[in-house]
């Protein structure tokens, strides 16, 4: 957690802009799996600190998808819930609001009872953009706006320098494709 950050669900617009500033102190800092959790935290507590956490929920860098961001799932004893985050998200071309949101999105899905033990809300995990509304409703409207354009504009196109960008020698094993069976979202 940063303990600057103290907004709140449903922050209007106009504030949604200032946060996004307010962030950019920590947007250096390196992306390993120990931000990465203080992202989560963060997210959690700023957006959906009305969510229990029904089920243990860990998160990490995996291996670098090309056309996904992240995953959730339950874990084989399905007593724990894991989002693995396509770790080309640790280069810092890839701007702050791309992480924030791709964590948000599979923190939608935990609330919407796919990948944890919430009831289930819907019969499928994106139809009807209950994603998308879920986002908007809870005050990442402009976050989400940003993701959208940014990852049909840059991804792709950023995507070969991301391959080939220095990385840190970090292992990250166990990438959630290796559990082919697990139902992932
Ligand atoms: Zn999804």
Same mark, same amino acid.
């Given at each position: 957690?940063?303990?600057?950050?103290?907004?709140?669900?449903?922050?209007?617009?106009?504030?949604?802009?200032?946060?996004?500033?307010?962030?950019?102190?920590?947007?250096?800092?390196?992306?390993?799996?120990?931000?990465?959790?203080?992202?989560?935290?963060?997210?959690?507590?700023?957006?959906?600190?009305?969510?229990?956490?029904?089920?243990?929920?860990?998160?990490?860098?995996?291996?670098?998808?090309?056309?996904?961001?992240?995953?959730? =799932?339950?874990?084989?004893?399905?007593?724990?819930?894991?989002?693995?985050?396509?770790?080309?998200?640790?280069?810092?071309?890839?701007? =702050?609001?791309?992480?924030?949101?791709?964590?948000?999105?599979?923190?939608?899905?935990?609330?919407?009872?796919?990948?944890?033990?919430?009831?289930?809300? =819907?019969?499928?995990?994106?139809?009807?953009?209950?994603?998308?509304?879920?986002?908007?409703?809870?005050?990442?409207?402009?976050?989400?706006?940003? =993701?959208?354009?940014?990852?049909?504009?840059?991804?792709?196109?950023?995507?070969?320098?991301?391959?080939?960008?220095?990385?840190?020698?970090?292992?990250?094993?166990?990438?959630?494709?290796?559990?082919?069976?697990?139902?992932?979202?």
């Amino acid at each position: 957690m940063q303990p600057r950050f103290s907004f709140r669900r449903g922050t209007p617009p106009a504030r949604v802009v200032h946060q996004l500033h307010l962030f950019r102190g920590s947007e250096r800092a390196p992306r390993d799996n120990s931000w990465l959790n203080d992202q989560l935290e963060f997210i959690w507590a700023t957006w959906f600190a009305d969510v229990a956490q029904v089920t243990p929920l860990s998160i990490r860098f995996v291996r670098p998808w090309k056309r996904r961001l992240a995953v959730i =799932y339950l874990t084989d004893d399905e007593r724990h819930s894991f989002i693995g985050v396509n770790r080309l998200l640790r280069d810092q071309r890839v701007p =702050y609001t791309i992480c924030l949101v791709t964590i948000a999105h599979e923190l939608v899905h935990y609330t919407h009872g796919f990948g944890s033990h919430h009831p289930r809300r =819907y019969r499928h995990p994106h139809r009807g953009n209950v994603v998308q509304r879920e986002l908007t409703l809870r005050g990442l409207a402009d976050e989400l706006r940003f =993701y959208t354009d940014w990852t049909n504009d840059r991804w792709f196109e950023l995507l070969p320098d991301l391959v080939a960008g220095p990385h840190t020698h970090e292992p990250f094993p166990s990438a959630p494709d290796d559990v082919a069976a697990a139902t992932v979202f």
